[in-house]
T-cell receptor, first 112, second 115 residues
Framework: DAGITQSPRHKVTETGTPVTLRCHQT?????MYWYRQDPGHGLRLIHY???????DKGEVSDGYSVSRSKTEDFLLTLESATSSQTSVYFC???????????FGQGTRLTVV | AQSVAQPEDQVNVAEGNPLTVKCTYS??????LFWYVQYPNRGLQFLLK??????LVKGSYGFEAEFNKSQTSFHLKKPSALVSDSALYFC?????????????FGRGTQLTVWP
């Protein structure tokens, strides 16, 4: 399996609190992605990174920010968590645009 | 804008029968196309990809997919389904004309193979 680790794996948080999810890779891949998975919506791209300090928005970026200060780490922050952000979050990595992406095991986030 | 459509939320087939999971796409340039599978409570696993060349792509676990440029489709197929193929399948597209590497997924198709 590709070396990609998400933490935490499960989290329950209260509305209005900030939350940071971490994605760590040991593959030295250039591209990193954050997705959320919700029933009926499939996987929706939140943010992605195409290099250190190079990030861009995806389809559903409102309420989320990201940072990538090192190749191996890609952080997703919910600035002020809302119930609509209850979801399963997946991180993925890819060596290039035409390479397959490898996915982490996911983080189940519940906002109460 | 890029998009991927999987027109069927669910596909049901009997074990031993052929299966097809449909995918159509829309990109501004030429596509890189991928299929992934997700088992319950797991992350997505790569099955196969089309980058260029032969329109029929073979992948893991006996799956294959056919790229059809005129119909902008990339349907996943398997000649003989197994119960263990039951899972959630995702089609994904990346626009080779873009240097930014956005990777977009369809909504997924739940495949159920009956014994």
């Amino acid at each position: 399996d590709a070396g990609i680790t998400q933490s935490p794996r499960h989290k329950v948080t209260e509305t209005g609190t900030p939350v940071t999810l971490r994605c760590h890779q040991t593959e030295n891949h250039r591209y990193m992605y954050w997705y959320r998975q919700d029933p009926g919506h499939g996987l929706r791209l939140i943010h992605y990174s195409y290099g250190v300090k190079d990030t861009d928005k995806g389809e559903v970026s409102d309420g989320y920010s990201v940072s990538r200060s090192k190749t191996e780490d890609f952080l997703l922050t919910l600035e002020s968590a809302t119930s609509s952000q209850t979801s399963v979050y997946f991180c993925a990595i890819s060596e290039s645009q035409f390479s397959e992406a490898f996915f982490g095991q996911g983080t189940r986030l519940t906002v109460v | 804008a890029q998009s991927v459509a999987q027109p069927e939320d669910q596909v049901n087939v009997a074990e031993g029968n052929p299966l097809t999971v449909k995918c159509t796409y829309s990109v501004s340039g030429n596509p890189y196309l991928f299929w992934y599978v997700q088992y319950p409570n797991r992350g997505l696993q790569f099955l196969l990809k089309y980058i260029t060349g032969d329109n029929l792509v073979k992948g893991s676990y006996g799956f294959e997919a056919e790229f059809n440029k005129s119909q902008t489709s990339f349907h996943l197929k398997k000649p003989s389904a197994l119960v263990s193929d039951s899972a959630l399948y995702f089609c994904a597209v990346n626009d080779r004309g873009s240097t930014l590497g956005r990777l977009y997924f369809g909504r997924g198709t739940q495949l159920t193979v009956w014994p």
